[in-house]
Structure formats: C-alpha cells, structure tokens
T-cell receptor, first 113, second 111 residues
Framework: DGGITQSPKYLFRKEGQNVTLSCEQNLNHDAMYWYRQDPGQGLRLIYYSQIVNDFQKGDIAEGYSVSREKKESFPLTVTSAQKNPTAFYLC????????????FGPGTRLTVL | GNSVTQMEGPVTLSEEAFLTINCTYTATGYPSLFWYVQYPGEGLQLLLKATKADDKGSNKGFEATYRKETTSFHLEKGSVQVSDSAVYFCARSGGYQKVTFGTGTKLQVIP
C-alpha cells in the first residue's frame, strides 16, 4: 500500500540533545512538508521541499534542519536551538503544487524531558 | 498574507444533529480550498476539496461550497454520527507551494 510512514510514534529527548524524525513516502510525490502541531494553533509549516536536494524554510524554521537526498525521504532534525520542541510533528507529501491534496503520515509526538 | 479563519470549538452535538463548521479565507489569488479531518492520535486526511468558485466538494455525507462572494467554505453534514468525532481543519492553497491551515475545530458527537 502506498503511503507515508513516520517513526518513531513517540520520542523522548533530554534538553540539549538533537533528535531526528524520520519521514518516508512511496507515493512518488515530488513535494514533502514538515508541520508542527500545538494545541489551539493548528498546523505551522517548518520546512518544505519540492525536489530532491532542494528545500525551503517555512514559517517556523528556527531550531530545525532538514535534508532531501532521496525523493522518498525527508528527515527532520530538531536541534538544541529549538526553544520549545515538545509538540506533535506531521510529515506530508503531494504531487507538486499547493493545489494538490496533501497526504499525511501518522505523526511523531516529541517530548523534551 | 494568506489566512484561514474557522470557528473555535469544541462543538458538541447529539447524534443525528445538523453540523455546520464555518470557514473563511483571504481572497488573494484563486486558491483551492480543502477540509481535512484528524482522528485522535493520527495524521490528517482529506475529507473534501473544491478548486474553483461555486464548486461543491462532498464526501461521506459532508459538503462544502466554494463561495467567492463571501470568501467562505463552510462544512455541513445533515446528520452526524458518533464516528464523526474528530478535529476538522479548513485549508487553502497559496503561493510558494504552501498550504495555509485554520486552527482546527474539534467536534464531539454524543449518543
């Protein structure tokens, strides 16, 4: 079955540590996205990528980094510079245009201890 | 910039009640409009979409009509079920390949 997988489902980290969230898709989509979801704030865009080896900052990129070395994969690193990293992180993909439907993974809940 | 405003929740309804969740969007350009649904602990999934003015999106008994004159895309369902309990997000497409989401409206349907 085609879809998007994110791992792990739950992640705990200590303050000052970097952590990488995985996102893989087998939908052959060009574009991939990372969102952060906090209660009452909806979804906020962290980074997006329209093509391999290229990505753009979203609205809240500070303290995060990404790579896009393969079409299928778009990992997100939450660095120690992110002041308030505890949140639910969602990865999504679509064919290319913002008018296309986005397909979401199941999400990773990150908790900083 | 682009924005989407939707009614705050939570919305609590009895089973078989009529549902309306209001959504308005900024009128820049010619956006596509979406409703996504999120069940507890999961990612979002598309519920319906409309790509131009006066289009009606529909799925699973839910409907929404793209109203350019009122910049609205209200979600409706004639008879809700307990299984419809979820968070509903209105969204619009925009520039630079980005999609703008509303803050979400939580719906709780009680038997």
């Amino acid at each position: 079955d085609g879809g998007i997988t994110q791992s792990p489902k739950y992640l705990f980290r200590k303050e000052g540590q970097n952590v990488t969230l995985s996102c893989e898709q087998n939908l052959n989509h060009d574009a991939m996205y990372w969102y952060r979801q906090d209660p009452g704030q909806g979804l906020r865009l962290i980074y997006y990528s329209q093509i391999v080896n290229d990505f753009q900052k979203g609205d809240i990129a500070e303290g995060y980094s990404v790579s896009r070395e393969k079409k299928e994969s778009f990992p997100l690193t939450v660095t120690s510079a992110q002041k308030n990293p505890t949140a639910f992180y969602l990865c999504a993909s679509n064919q290319r245009e913002s008018t296309d439907t986005q397909y979401f993974g199941p999400g990773t809940r990150l908790t900083v201890l | 910039g682009n924005s989407v405003t939707q009614m705050e929740g939570p919305v609590t309804l009895s089973e078989e009640a009529f549902l309306t969740i209001n959504c308005t969007y900024t009128a820049t350009g010619y956006p596509s409009l979406f409703w996504y649904v999120q069940y507890p602990g999961e990612g979002l999934q598309l519920l319906l979409k409309a790509t131009k003015a006066d289009d009606k999106g529909s799925n699973k008994g839910f409907e929404a009509t793209y109203r350019k004159e009122t910049t609205s895309f209200h979600l409706e369902k004639g008879s809700v079920q307990v299984s419809d309990s979820a968070v509903y997000f209105c969204a619009r497409s925009g520039g630079y390949q980005k999609v703008t989401f509303g803050t979400g409206t939580k719906l709780q349907v009680i038997p």
